[in-house]
């Protein structure tokens, strides 16, 4: 639910979906207090006719959040479509409307946060950031080594990657498409322009974000988890002009750092990961489902480079069990019939 807080004296705010909610829906705005009781009344009101309907449906929920009162006002039996706004307790809500296509294109939205986040080619700031990603780092005699691990989408709000937040992602795009295939937009290329190029925006996001872990995955004894520490957060600003240094000169290689099932980094830079075997499923199930979503899409991804890459990184590491318990959406179930590699899926319940 995206949220407003409109303030009318200061004092108390009223949060609704700004989206929208269907018609038959469960229809609930929450008022927020600094101070005095929840409001035993209510007004929804028709922004295009202004008439009012005072509703009583009030339930206190207490102190929350430095308020010293909240309150959930349920409005579910207007049903009238169109656009309405809430007073209460002398505040007023943002417009929103009621209608039943109220969430017609709103799966789109979070796919314009993945392309501001790509890294490598930004299609938001028409160049290219971190381009000499990176070097090995905790890797033995391989430290130091350079890997071509360039794309994928930077984290959060700075510039560290990490597989096990990409994976996630990867494998929810990739689920929500599976689930419902035609609902979705195209209107966007496969490096995040505008324009349509026949594959739904959610799978050209999805696959930018699969040939990245191809390059977290490039071998069958290598499994990288993460690129850059916390040094990044000594230069701030736009992705094409971090100039961070971590030795190898400013605004150049960042480091590489594997999954070795422990913390991993550089002194106080280290992460909090212990999770091989969450890493390796999420290697695994992301793979798995991309070869299965892709197989008539897109013939072009390297479907048995995925397949492959899947199967290996399911049994090999004899970590099946634990494996499952981790993967993303506690899916996958996957199998090896006759002849060449066969992967087959079972939602876990
Ligand atoms: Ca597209």
């Not at 850059?228 to 030795?247: F, I, T, V, W």
């Amino acid at each position: 639910m995206i949220a407003a807080a409109i303030h009318c004296n200061a004092a108390n705010y009223l949060r609704v979906n700004q989206i929208g909610y269907l018609v038959d829906d469960v229809k609930v705005a929450v008022i927020m207090m600094e101070h005095g009781d929840a409001p035993t009344s209510f007004c929804v009101v028709n922004a295009d006719s202004g008439k009012k309907t005072v509703m009583h449906s009030v339930k206190p929920t207490g102190e929350f959040a430095g308020f010293a009162q909240t309150a959930r006002l349920d409005f579910s039996r207007v049903k009238t479509p169109g656009t309405y706004y809430i007073t209460a307790a002398g505040a007023k809500s943002s417009s929103f409307r009621i209608a039943n296509d109220a969430y017609a294109g709103a799966q789109e939205v979070p796919l314009n946060y993945m392309r501001q986040q790509r890294c490598g080619w930004n299609p938001l700031m028409r160049d290219s950031c971190h381009r000499y990603d990176g070097r090995l780092q905790l890797c033995g005699d391989r430290d130091g080594e350079h890997v071509d691990v360039r794309g994928g989408w930077h984290d959060a709000s700075d510039y560290l990657q990490y597989l096990t937040t990409s994976a996630n992602a990867v494998y929810q795009m990739l689920f929500a498409y599976s689930q419902n295939p035609s609902v979705w937009a195209d209107n966007f290329q496969a490096d995040g322009t505008e324009g349509a190029n026949g594959i739904p925006d959610i799978l050209d996001e999805a696959r930018w974000g699969l040939e990245w872990m191809l390059k977290m995955n490039p071998d069958d004894n290598t499994f990288l988890n993460q690129i850059a520490d916390d040094r990044d957060h000594r230069s701030p600003g736009l992705p094409n002009e971090q100039m961070a240094d971590y030795g190898w000169g400013a605004g150049k290689d960042r480091p590489v750092y594997p999954c070795i099932g422990s913390p991993a980094g550089l002194r106080e830079y280290k992460n909090r990961s212990r999770g091989l075997a969450s890493s390796v499923a999420k290697f695994s199930s992301s793979f798995a489902l991309g070869a299965k979503v892709f197989e008539t899409l897109d013939p072009a991804l390297p479907l048995r480079c995925l397949e492959s890459r899947a199967w290996h990184t399911m049994w090999r590491r004899q970590t099946r069990a634990t494996a499952r318990r981790y993967a993303p959406c506690r899916l996958i179930s996957m199998r090896r019939t006759t002849g060449p590699t066969t992967l087959s899926w079972q939602r876990r319940q």
